[in-house]
């Protein structure tokens, strides 16, 4: 361990070399002292050694030893200072306690008493090295813990258990940088049941993330944490209308996962929020997205606002609840078992649990609530489903088992409709607007998926997967088509030369034009053309 340097001041020079050559300083664990004859020629040594120890004489030319302790400890607060003076007076010890002096000694040294001090000294410059010792290790671990606080700190904010008025002290406490000023929270989800061969789920989950990192975190200035066996990503972006652009990116991120580690990962996105404390409905609606990939597929990004912009928000119900099989069946049409066949299980499991009709009751009553609680979630118009001239309370006094189970049958099919119904309604006013659009502008060279998926504010991802299932087509087909609908309209009827045409079906190239049109119709426009002519 280094020595502890001393500083002796004194205008008595053979008395500070006595000093020096009397006490074994190595021993006590100091450097051997240097040297000064005044308190000017002392302050001025300080400046360059700072001193661990002064040891000062009172009484010395041009400033006394108690103005040197003055000004020493304006410098250096943490110096040990030793005052030595011939003057038994009461003022001057007053004055070295006011200063806070670590020892007062008067001439003639004892040297025995003298060995005593510097021990005294040592022993507590070795007390405040350790503290320091202690508060940097201290500092060191909290440093390498920060990692885990703050992921635990964006669990607690996803989960929505941390207050407003706290979240400045965690952001100050953990060092965090969230400006937003939106919010998005994303959900890594890779399936378990597809895990490439030789590779644990924890394997899995470091390789997404690191993707994720790689791939997305520069742009949106992300922020991880992991819950619930999944991957959330907190992704910061100016304008809440960026979460389309974040949807696409993560689109992918899922496609990249898949053909670089063979892992199925499905990132599903919440709704875009103002602040930290909306992070939780973020992550609700995130979470409400993952269910939905058995509808739309597993390799890609699902927006919550995008699929089911009536439900955002809502956090999808309790996956221990019995009725969790039936209402994932009459919202995403999932599984091979009828949803009839699901009723039937869930009224045999429960047929034989009430030891009393007023147990049966009250089992009737939660079967109502749960079906009402996810009519509302579903913005179902909940008069089509329990009629105003039905009072489903009296109706639960008077039903059997089996009125129950063949209501509730019925009940389950209606929403299962009024969804389908819902969401059919919905894709087809969106393929429409696509049909519309692409009628408009088929004779703009720029028209791409992009393009239209900024005019319609969708990611393409999820316009992609509407699209084709709606018409059959991917959406470069669907264009293509209409295109040469309408250059073979202007071929015949209007009698267009080839390079008009491609101009206004949107080819810049007349040759690529030709190329298009001789890979759908089997031949050029000119020669078919002539056919057509000669018929």
């Not at 258990?161 to 400045?168: H, L, Q, R, S, V």
Request: charged share 30%.
């Amino acid at each position: 361990m280094d020595k502890y340097s001393v500083m002796l001041v004194d205008d008595e020079e053979d008395v500070i070399q006595v000093i020096i050559k009397k006490m074994d300083w190595d021993a006590l664990g100091f450097s051997m002292p240097v040297y000064a004859s005044n308190g000017l020629e002392a302050l001025e040594l300080a400046e360059n050694m700072h001193p661990d120890v002064v040891m000062t004489d009172i009484k010395m030319p041009y400033i006394d030893g108690l103005e040197l302790c003055r000004r020493l400890k304006e410098m250096y607060p943490d110096i040990r200072i030793i005052v030595f003076s011939g003057f038994n007076e009461f003022e001057y010890a007053k004055e070295a306690v006011h200063l806070d002096v670590q020892e007062y000694l008067l001439k003639p040294m004892d040297f025995n008493e003298l060995t005593a001090i510097f021990e005294r000294v040592k022993e507590n410059l070795d007390k405040t090295r350790d503290e320091k010792n202690n508060l940097q290790r201290l500092q060191e671990y909290y440093m390498q813990s920060l990692p885990l606080l703050r992921e635990n700190f964006y669990v607690s904010l996803i989960q929505g258990n941390i207050k407003e008025d706290e979240i400045d002290q965690y952001v100050t406490g953990y060092q965090i940088d969230l400006k937003g000023p939106c919010f998005c929270i994303a959900i890594l989800h890779a399936s378990l049941s597809h895990k490439p061969e030789g590779m644990d789920a924890t394997l899995m989950d470091l390789s997404v993330r690191r993707l994720a990192e790689e791939s997305i975190s520069k742009r949106w200035d992300c922020r991880y944490c992991t819950y619930l066996g999944n991957t959330v990503v907190i992704a910061q972006m100016k304008r809440k209308e960026d979460v389309i652009e974040l949807t696409d990116e993560l689109d992918m991120l899922c496609r990249l996962a898949n053909d670089v580690s063979k892992i199925i990962v499905t990132a599903g996105i919440g709704t875009t929020v103002d602040g930290m404390m909306g992070l939780s409905e973020s992550y609700n609606g995130a979470r409400n997205a993952i269910s939905y990939r058995a509808l739309y597929g597993r390799v890609k990004a699902i927006n919550i606002t995008e699929i089911d912009p009536d439900t955002e928000g809502h956090p999808i119900q309790d996956a221990e609840s019995e009725l969790r099989p039936i209402f994932k069946m009459i919202k995403f049409d999932q599984g091979d078992v009828p949803l009839e066949t699901l009723v039937d299980a869930f009224m045999a499991k429960n047929a034989g649990n009430f030891p009393s009709i007023q147990s049966y009751h009250l089992f009737v009553m939660n079967v109502f609530s749960e079906l009402y609680r996810f009519a509302k979630n579903n913005e179902l118009d909940i008069n089509a489903i329990f009629p105003d001239n039905e009072d489903v309370y009296v109706l639960a006094q008077q039903m059997g088992i089996d009125e129950l189970s063949a209501w509730l049958k019925d009940v389950a099919a209606r929403m299962h409709d009024m969804i389908q119904k819902k969401r059919n309604d919905t894709t087809r006013s969106f393929v429409e607007k696509a049909r519309d659009y692409v009628k408009d502008h088929y004779d703009q060279q720029d028209l791409s998926v992009n393009v239209l998926c900024c005019h319609l504010g969708v990611s393409a991802a999820y316009f992609s997967t509407v699209f084709k299932r709606e018409t059959g087509k991917t959406f470069v087909n669907y264009l293509t088509d209409y295109r040469m609908e309408k250059a073979v309209e202007l071929l015949i009827e209007r009698d267009e030369k080839t390079y008009v045409v491609a101009k206004k079906v949107g080819y810049a190239d007349p040759n690529y034009f030709s190329y298009v049109f001789k890979k759908q119709f089997g031949m050029s426009p000119s020669r078919y053309k002539s056919k057509e002519a000669g018929k």
